[in-house]
């Protein structure tokens, strides 16, 4: 299985980025789906998980209202909008897959590489 995280960048805070995971994987449409961050110095947190319908989400309370998960089973991808972006959500994004609904980053099974969001002030 791999997955290929791919959209981060620099951008003003109040800004917007949409990141997207490719998924090599058959199960894909089973799976859930879910992206985590990992500031330096800090451990990785969950940021949003979609179930394999589409029709379940979860948000970290700290993104709630300016991020939105969504997924296209059809082109195996996971997105994530991001909205009114601030410094603090500077981090490395990655994108993971699990067969439960959870926000336990040891619950996900494979995971993408990773990338980089900055935003500045």
């Known amino acids: 299985v791999q997955l290929q995280a791919s959209g981060g960048g620099l951008v003003q805070a109040g800004g917007s980025l949409r990141l997207s995971c490719a998924v090599s994987?058959?199960?894909?449409?089973?799976?859930?789906m879910g992206w985590f961050r990992q500031a330096p110095g800090k451990e990785r947190e969950f940021v949003a998980a979609i179930s394999w319908s589409g029709g379940g989400t979860d948000y970290a309370d700290s993104v709630k209202g300016r991020f939105t998960i969504s997924r296209d089973n059809a082109k195996n991808t996971v997105y994530l909008q991001m909205y009114s972006l601030k410094p603090e959500d500077t981090a490395v994004y990655y994108c993971?897959?699990?067969?439960?609904?959870?926000?336990?980053?040891?619950?996900?099974?494979?995971w993408g590489q990773g990338t980089q969001v900055t935003v500045s002030s």
């Open positions: 993971a897959v699990s067969t439960v609904f959870v926000t336990e980053p040891g619950r996900y099974d494979y």
């Open positions: 994987r058959r199960t894909f449409s089973n799976d859930v």
